[in-house]
């Protein structure tokens, strides 16, 4: 999606270790703008899939979920983070490593959330290692509930997780895919 | 607001201990063609006002904020809550004792993000301590940056947080108003 790809090229700053801020419009600050045309995308990308909800994961990717989910007119559910492993109630669970901040936190949702009549858009901000959409498959598998497929914002395609997921058969729509990336410099695919 | 209280009425949980459950539609599901109608509420009430900016605290404001912003056409910054006091970097930051999972977690925001030209909304999910909402106006504070007043969902009118902030000047204005609540009644004020 061009106009992603111009904004990451303007605004983002590519640091050393792969690391890409773009916390001046994505994940701290957030145009909701640019995330309403992000959601229009995905929305053209996903017509005729019978999304009838998003599922995604706190913090970052709520902000794009919520944007997104007026285009598709479906509720959201957002799976929470937890550091505790010892999680009680009514909920699915995922383990999901942290490559940010280190350890291992566990992704939550409520099991009245999500079913076997559900039919799910999985959204995030970033996919790199993949973790963290494999802990929202997860969640949608203890779940019975299908998987239209995933929306992402920022996909690091030089990272393992795109492919080793897409390999699983899961449609992953990335708007933004880097193929390489050194400070000061961004290539996409 | 009449269309979120009915929808509290009929999906919200009161139970023991003031606790509202409203998880369905809210802060867990999310039902994001009602956040629009809150944020066009808001907008309505804080029409001529200035807003350049609206500032909310993760998790739950962070929907609720980025479906405003788009009836504002502003740009949303969401203050991360960290565990660890020791903050690094540029920022702002200010302690938030948290009721729900008790102790203090530090609401951080980047300097680059907040500054004495903006001139903010703050939203969030619930007012009922008022500690979220502090914290917000610390970071306010910190950063010289106007505040035109705060957009709540729901408050629990029956504690001191709304009428305390009230008290300091500032403009509140949530779309529920809960008088009093015990497990299966909830009135509104």
């Known amino acids: 999606m061009r106009e992603l790809e111009e904004r990451i090229r303007r605004d983002g700053i590519a640091e050393d270790g792969d690391v890409l801020k ?39 990717g709520i902000g794009i979920a919520c ?52 039919r799910l858009l999985l959204i995030d901000d970033f996919l790199a290692s993949g973790a963290a959409l494999e802990g929202l498959l997860a969640l949608a598998r203890q779940a019975g509930a299908a998987v239209a497929g995933a929306g992402i914002a920022v996909e690091k395609a030089f990272q393992p997780g795109g492919e080793r997921i897409r390999a699983q058969g899961v449609r992953v729509e990335s708007l933004a895919r880097i193929k390489s990336m050194s400070p000061g410099r961004i290539e996409f695919c």
Do not use: C
């Not at 419009?25 to 009838?52: K, P, S, T």
């Open 67 to 118: 944007v997104a989910a007026l285009e598709f007119q479906v509720p959201v559910v957002f799976a929470k983070k937890s550091r505790t492993r010892n999680i009680a109630g009514d909920v699915y669970a995922a383990e999901v490593p942290s490559y940010t901040h280190g350890g291992v936190s566990t992704a939550v949702v409520s099991r009245r959330f999500l079913g076997p009549d559900d």
């Open 22 to 60: 773009v916390d001046s419009f994505l994940n701290h600050q957030m145009d909701v703008e640019l995330f309403q045309a992000m959601g229009r995308e995905w929305a053209r990308r996903f017509a005729g899939e019978g999304v009838n909800k998003i599922l995604t994961i706190e913090a970052s």
